[in-house]
Protein backbone atom coordinates (compact mmCIF):
# COMPACT_ATOMS: atom_id res chain seq x y z
CA UNK A 1 0.00 0.00 0.00
CA UNK A 2 3.23 2.43 0.68
CA UNK A 3 4.81 1.62 -2.47
CA UNK A 4 1.33 2.29 -4.40
CA UNK A 5 0.90 5.74 -2.47
CA UNK A 6 4.49 6.89 -3.20
CA UNK A 7 3.92 5.96 -6.55
CA UNK A 8 1.09 7.59 -7.28
CA UNK A 9 2.21 10.45 -5.47
CA UNK A 10 5.29 10.56 -7.67
CA UNK A 11 3.27 10.82 -10.61
CA UNK A 12 1.04 13.23 -9.37
CA UNK A 13 4.06 15.46 -8.66
CA UNK A 14 5.38 14.92 -12.23
CA UNK A 15 3.05 15.42 -14.00
CA UNK A 16 1.99 18.98 -12.49
CA UNK A 17 5.64 19.63 -12.94
CA UNK A 18 5.50 19.27 -16.10
CA UNK A 19 1.91 20.84 -17.08
CA UNK A 20 4.32 23.51 -15.07
CA UNK A 21 6.72 23.82 -17.84
CA UNK A 22 4.22 23.33 -20.45
CA UNK A 23 2.24 26.03 -19.51
CA UNK A 24 4.57 28.51 -18.62
CA UNK A 25 6.62 27.71 -22.14
CA UNK A 26 4.07 30.43 -23.57
CA UNK A 27 4.50 33.12 -21.58
CA UNK A 28 5.91 35.49 -24.35
CA UNK A 29 3.01 34.90 -26.55
CA UNK A 30 0.14 35.50 -24.25
CA UNK A 31 2.18 38.88 -23.65
CA UNK A 32 0.29 40.36 -26.68
CA UNK A 33 3.40 40.36 -28.60
CA UNK A 34 6.36 41.09 -26.12
CA UNK A 35 8.76 38.06 -26.77
CA UNK A 36 12.40 37.44 -25.56
CA UNK A 37 14.76 36.40 -27.85
CA UNK A 38 18.45 36.44 -26.70
CA UNK A 39 18.04 38.15 -23.47
CA UNK A 40 15.72 41.26 -24.68
CA UNK A 41 12.92 42.00 -25.12
CA UNK A 42 10.61 42.69 -28.78
CA UNK A 43 7.32 44.50 -28.99
CA UNK A 44 5.94 43.93 -32.57
CA UNK A 45 3.53 46.57 -33.64
CA UNK A 46 2.37 45.50 -37.17
CA UNK A 47 5.96 44.91 -39.29
CA UNK A 48 7.50 47.06 -36.79
CA UNK A 49 9.59 45.99 -34.30
CA UNK A 50 10.31 47.86 -30.87
CA UNK A 51 13.03 46.90 -27.99
CA UNK A 52 11.25 46.87 -24.49
CA UNK A 53 12.92 47.11 -20.91
CA UNK A 54 11.75 47.86 -17.80
CA UNK A 55 13.69 49.18 -14.66
CA UNK A 56 12.53 49.57 -11.41
CA UNK A 57 15.27 52.18 -9.64
CA UNK A 58 14.15 52.27 -6.01
CA UNK A 59 13.78 48.52 -6.09
CA UNK A 60 17.07 47.09 -8.05
CA UNK A 61 18.65 50.02 -10.35
CA UNK A 62 20.64 47.08 -12.62
CA UNK A 63 17.84 44.86 -13.17
CA UNK A 64 15.80 44.75 -16.19
CA UNK A 65 12.52 43.59 -16.89
CA UNK A 66 10.57 42.50 -20.01
CA UNK A 67 6.87 41.15 -18.87
CA UNK A 68 5.35 41.79 -15.66
CA UNK A 69 6.58 44.21 -13.55
CA UNK A 70 7.87 42.42 -10.12
CA UNK A 71 6.46 45.28 -7.32
CA UNK A 72 4.97 48.55 -7.30
CA UNK A 73 6.57 51.80 -7.41
CA UNK A 74 8.94 54.28 -9.40
CA UNK A 75 9.11 52.18 -12.90
CA UNK A 76 11.02 53.24 -15.65
CA UNK A 77 9.74 52.23 -19.28
CA UNK A 78 11.85 52.71 -22.30
CA UNK A 79 11.14 51.88 -26.06
CA UNK A 80 13.72 51.81 -28.16
CA UNK A 81 13.29 51.73 -32.14
CA UNK A 82 14.78 48.78 -34.09
CA UNK A 83 13.30 49.42 -37.50
CA UNK A 84 14.64 53.00 -39.03
CA UNK A 85 11.65 53.80 -40.13
CA UNK A 86 9.48 54.44 -36.63
CA UNK A 87 11.94 57.48 -36.36
CA UNK A 88 9.76 58.84 -38.95
CA UNK A 89 6.41 57.96 -37.26
CA UNK A 90 4.40 59.81 -34.81
CA UNK A 91 4.38 57.66 -31.83
CA UNK A 92 1.42 57.60 -28.83
CA UNK A 93 1.79 55.52 -25.85
CA UNK A 94 -0.29 54.76 -22.85
CA UNK A 95 -1.11 52.50 -20.09
CA UNK A 96 -5.28 51.73 -19.06
CA UNK A 97 -6.10 49.63 -15.81
CA UNK A 98 -7.08 46.12 -17.88
CA UNK A 99 -10.60 46.59 -16.91
CA UNK A 100 -11.47 49.40 -19.44
CA UNK A 101 -10.54 50.27 -23.17
CA UNK A 102 -14.15 51.03 -24.07
CA UNK A 103 -13.18 54.92 -22.72
CA UNK A 104 -9.79 54.90 -23.55
CA UNK A 105 -9.31 58.89 -21.81
CA UNK A 106 -10.83 57.24 -18.21
CA UNK A 107 -9.23 54.18 -18.30
CA UNK A 108 -5.88 55.58 -19.20
CA UNK A 109 -2.96 56.25 -16.02
CA UNK A 110 -0.19 57.79 -17.92
CA UNK A 111 0.29 58.64 -21.59
CA UNK A 112 2.98 59.97 -23.53
CA UNK A 113 0.85 62.20 -26.42
CA UNK A 114 1.92 61.21 -30.05
CA UNK A 115 5.26 62.56 -31.11
CA UNK A 116 8.32 61.77 -33.45
CA UNK A 117 11.09 60.77 -31.74
CA UNK A 118 14.17 61.06 -34.42
CA UNK A 119 16.93 59.53 -31.94
CA UNK A 120 14.65 56.23 -32.01
CA UNK A 121 14.19 55.75 -28.12
CA UNK A 122 11.32 57.16 -25.51
CA UNK A 123 11.35 56.75 -22.26
CA UNK A 124 8.12 56.90 -19.52
CA UNK A 125 8.38 57.40 -15.99
CA UNK A 126 5.58 56.28 -13.89
CA UNK A 127 4.79 55.31 -10.28
CA UNK A 128 2.34 52.44 -9.86
CA UNK A 129 0.44 52.70 -6.61
CA UNK A 130 -1.32 49.32 -6.98
CA UNK A 131 -0.90 46.16 -7.72
CA UNK A 132 -2.74 44.52 -10.65
CA UNK A 133 -3.26 43.93 -14.04
CA UNK A 134 -2.70 46.68 -16.99
CA UNK A 135 -2.59 47.06 -20.53
CA UNK A 136 0.29 49.21 -22.57
CA UNK A 137 -0.99 50.04 -25.91
CA UNK A 138 1.34 51.70 -28.11
CA UNK A 139 0.07 53.50 -31.59
CA UNK A 140 2.21 54.33 -34.68
CA UNK A 141 1.37 56.98 -37.00
CA UNK A 142 -2.12 58.62 -37.73
CA UNK A 143 -4.05 59.75 -40.53
CA UNK A 144 -6.64 57.16 -39.98
CA UNK A 145 -3.48 54.67 -40.92
CA UNK A 146 -2.66 53.95 -37.18
CA UNK A 147 -0.95 50.52 -36.18
CA UNK A 148 -1.67 49.94 -32.55
CA UNK A 149 -0.08 46.84 -30.37
CA UNK A 150 -1.61 46.02 -26.99
CA UNK A 151 0.19 44.24 -24.24
CA UNK A 152 -0.64 43.04 -21.21
CA UNK A 153 1.14 42.81 -18.35
CA UNK A 154 1.00 43.18 -14.74
CA UNK A 155 1.98 44.88 -11.64
CA UNK A 156 3.45 43.56 -7.92
CA UNK A 157 1.38 39.95 -9.10
CA UNK A 158 3.67 36.83 -9.55
CA UNK A 159 3.05 35.83 -13.33
CA UNK A 160 2.25 31.97 -12.09
CA UNK A 161 -0.82 33.62 -9.96
CA UNK A 162 -2.76 34.55 -13.47
CA UNK A 163 -2.46 31.27 -14.79
CA UNK A 164 -5.81 29.77 -13.74
CA UNK A 165 -5.31 26.44 -15.90
CA UNK A 166 -1.72 25.68 -13.57
CA UNK A 167 -3.68 26.41 -10.56
CA UNK A 168 -6.69 24.39 -11.29
CA UNK A 169 -3.86 21.40 -12.30
CA UNK A 170 -1.90 21.93 -8.81
CA UNK A 171 -5.37 22.14 -6.77
CA UNK A 172 -6.20 18.64 -7.98
CA UNK A 173 -2.56 17.27 -7.84
CA UNK A 174 -2.38 17.86 -4.31
CA UNK A 175 -6.02 17.17 -3.39
CA UNK A 176 -5.14 13.72 -5.06
CA UNK A 177 -2.05 13.38 -2.97
CA UNK A 178 -4.18 14.27 -0.29
CA UNK A 179 -6.98 11.93 -0.96
CA UNK A 180 -4.69 9.15 -1.23
CA UNK A 181 -2.59 10.00 2.13
CA UNK A 182 -6.16 9.54 3.69
CA UNK A 183 -6.89 6.36 2.11
CA UNK A 184 -3.87 5.38 3.16
CA UNK A 185 -4.42 6.19 6.56
CA UNK A 186 -7.82 4.99 7.00
CA UNK A 187 -6.52 1.49 5.60
CA UNK A 188 -3.59 1.46 8.16
CA UNK A 189 -6.57 2.18 11.22
CA UNK A 190 -8.57 -0.43 9.56
CA UNK A 191 -5.36 -2.78 10.15
Not at 28 to 48: E, F, N, Q, V
Not at 82 to 97: F, S
Not at 98 to 121: F, H, M, N, Q
Amino acid sequence: MVQSFRRSFTSAVLAAGLAAAVLTAGRAAAHGGLSMDKDYCKLRIGPYLMHFTGYQPERDSTKEFCEDIPSTGATIIVLDFIDEALKDLPVDVRIIRDSGEGDLDRATIVRLAPRVYPAGTLSLDYRFEQAGNYVGLVTLGGDGRAITARFPFSVGTPSYLRRPLLIALLAVCVGGAYGLWRRRRAAKAQS
